[in-house]
């Protein structure tokens, strides 16, 4: 089993260029999630999908930031236009079919840098 | 200028010994909870969970215990090793939210020689 598997594992951008992050779930898990980690804040969860379709995404910060799930093996997370403020680790999870009480798995993340 | 991020709290604790995290969480309505591990430059690693009717569960060399009267979780590892430092986090979900997992600040745990 490869695990969530999240690219790139680095981004440095300038300030309002677009970024996208990508990840790609364990297989036959259908509920992903992705999660931004800063010093500030920690954790924190910004939108989930559970087969592919957006139930959660009152943790987006501005419109600025979507997210899609085309599919059931991949997903994005796209911030246009970038700001410095959005420098962080944003990391992808993971969870089964019957993710009511299961853990989250997930990815080693995309350090991203907006200078 | 800098920006002042958290501090965590730190668990020292030497080689061999036995090392107990506390967590406190938050929501009273919470079912499910999960203890993470994370090492630098890497995801937040599941180690054990426990549910809201059990208040203890025991894995490899890890317990969780939890306590509903007071809303406290703690992680206990038997016989610390150096690949046991890493920050730590307790996780909570809220009973009818499904899946949404609210993290707790994390402890840093250093394991000494």
């Known amino acids: 089993d490869a695990g969530v598997i999240q690219s790139p594992r680095h981004e440095v951008t300038e300030m309002g260029q677009e970024v996208t992050l990508r990840c790609k779930p364990i297989?036959?898990?259908?509920?992903l999630f992705w999660y931004r980690q800063t010093m500030m804040r920690g954790l924190e969860l910004l939108i989930y999908?559970?087969?592919?379709?957006?139930?959660?995404d009152s943790g987006m910060p501005e419109d600025r930031f979507s997210a899609k799930m085309p599919n059931a093996s991949f997903s994005t997370l796209k911030i246009q236009p970038s700001e410095p403020r959005d420098s962080a680790v944003y990391f992808c999870?993971?969870?089964?079919?019957?993710?009511?009480?299961?853990?989250?798995?997930f990815g080693n993340g995309t350090r991203l840098t907006v200078t | 200028g800098e920006s002042v991020g958290l501090h965590l709290p730190t668990l020292s604790v030497q080689e061999g010994d036995n090392s107990i995290i506390n967590c406190a969480y938050s929501n009273s309505a919470s079912d499910y909870f999960i203890w993470y591990k994370q090492e630098s430059g890497k995801g937040p690693q599941f180690i054990i969970d426990?549910?809201?009717?059990?208040d203890k569960r025991q894995g490899q060399r890890v317990t969780v215990l939890l306590n509903k009267t007071v809303k406290h979780l703690s992680l206990q590892i038997a016989a610390t090793q150096p690949g046991d430092s890493a920050v730590y986090f307790c996780?909570?979900?809220?009973?009818?939210?499904?899946?949404?997992?609210?993290f707790g600040a994390g402890t840093q745990v250093v394991v000494t020689p």
């Open positions: 426990i549910r809201s009717n059990m």
């Open positions: 996780a909570e979900k809220g009973r009818g939210s499904w899946g949404k997992l609210q």
């Open positions: 999870a993971s969870s089964p079919a019957d993710g009511y009480n299961s853990p989250l798995h």
């Open positions: 999908f559970n087969n592919n379709v957006p139930i959660d």
């Open positions: 297989s036959g898990h259908n509920s």
